[in-house]
């Protein structure tokens, strides 16, 4: 036995990464246009049921794939600080940061010089409503296959989250949580920032680095259009998560109990920089309410709700999706 599993139950990775933007029909031309992945649900957000929460992934949505947004068409931009998952990147294969510094210019989204991180190549930008974006080279992206069915070639399609950054003002308390809670291992530090890696049972597995940038006296930020709510991790099922909620309930960091999110169970804590973290369940998955053929096409809602969806979809700004598909998702939308 490792000397990890010896210690119980660790995330094996990132779930969600969940994000607040402005206007819904702006977030999914950029995130299933510009950057082509798959809106792979289309719900509400069930503590907020007048307003969209929407999910985009590989073509499954498999965990760690995932970027989710509560979309609030009359937002206010929030302001990024510490206590806050400030940048978000994503995995492409290294050979496709070229085309994918062509994509963006002709879409007009202005980007950074290609970098290095961590022995990385990066291509930096930010989406519609300011939030830090990065498209990173992974030699893990090269082992998964790319979506085909996107405005994006499968070869150069994003295959997930890579890592999260967290800006923390008190980083030695959130190191020794990252290590001591969740078992992971410290990989360096670079210019400021110090990388972890989640304890994953599948080598080179895409999304199980979490960087932290050690912002000691800098402003709090606040939440808004353009920042990050909260970054969920991954656990295969409701014992792990029981088990790792224990776990952190002992290091005495408070936790919410299990919330059922209808596609995955969570439970939420405060790391001690104050950002916000999720534990998910890998179960049950996307499928659980519509085929996975046409995920995402039609507006979704939990059972308890479903008596109102007239209501519902009356008071909700109606939304089109960008891709190729165009027209057939028209067609289904009309027939829903
Ligand atoms: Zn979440």
Avoid: C
């Amino acid at each position: 036995m490792s000397e990890t599993a010896s210690r119980g139950v660790v995330p094996e990775g990132i779930h969600h990464v969940t994000m607040i933007a402005g206007d819904p029909q702006r977030n999914v031309d950029f995130y299933a246009g510009v950057l082509g992945m798959r809106l792979v649900k289309k719900t509400i957000n069930f503590d907020d049921p007048g307003t969209y929460h929407l999910y985009y992934g590989d073509e499954t949505g498999t965990p760690g794939t995932l970027l989710t947004f509560f979309p609030w068409p009359h937002a206010r931009r929030g302001r990024e600080g510490a206590g806050q998952f400030n940048v978000v990147s994503l995995a492409v294969p290294s050979e496709s940061l070229g085309w994918w510094v062509q994509r963006l210019v002709q879409s007009g989204v202005e980007h950074e010089p290609l970098a290095t991180r961590f022995g990385e190549r990066l291509l930096a930008f930010r989406d519609p409503d300011g939030l830090r974006v990065e498209l990173v080279g992974s030699s893990a992206a090269e082992r998964v296959p790319g979506w085909s069915g996107g405005p994006v070639p499968a070869e150069h399609a994003i295959r997930g989250v890579h890592a999260v950054t967290l800006w923390s003002d008190s980083s030695a308390a959130t190191f020794a949580m990252l290590e001591n809670s969740f078992g992971m291992t410290r990989v360096g530090t670079e210019q400021g920032v110090t990388r972890w890696r989640a304890s994953s049972p599948v080598d080179d597995r895409v999304g199980t680095l979490i960087d932290v940038r050690d912002v000691s006296g800098f402003w709090e930020g606040a939440m808004g259009a353009g920042t990050v709510h909260h970054v969920a991790w991954r656990v295969p099922d409701d014992a792990s998560e029981l088990a790792l909620r224990e776990r952190i309930l002992a290091a005495g960091l408070g936790a919410t109990p299990v919330i059922d999110r209808k596609y995955f169970h969570s439970v939420y804590f405060r790391e001690p920089s104050r950002s916000l973290f999720e534990i998910a369940t890998d179960v049950p998955g996307f499928a659980v309410d519509e085929p996975l053929a046409t995920l995402g096409e039609s507006l979704v809602l939990p059972p308890w709700l479903e008596s109102e969806r007239e209501r519902i979809t009356a008071a909700l700004p109606p939304i089109h999706h960008p891709s190729t598909a165009d027209a057939r998702f028209g067609e289904l939308e009309a027939r829903a």
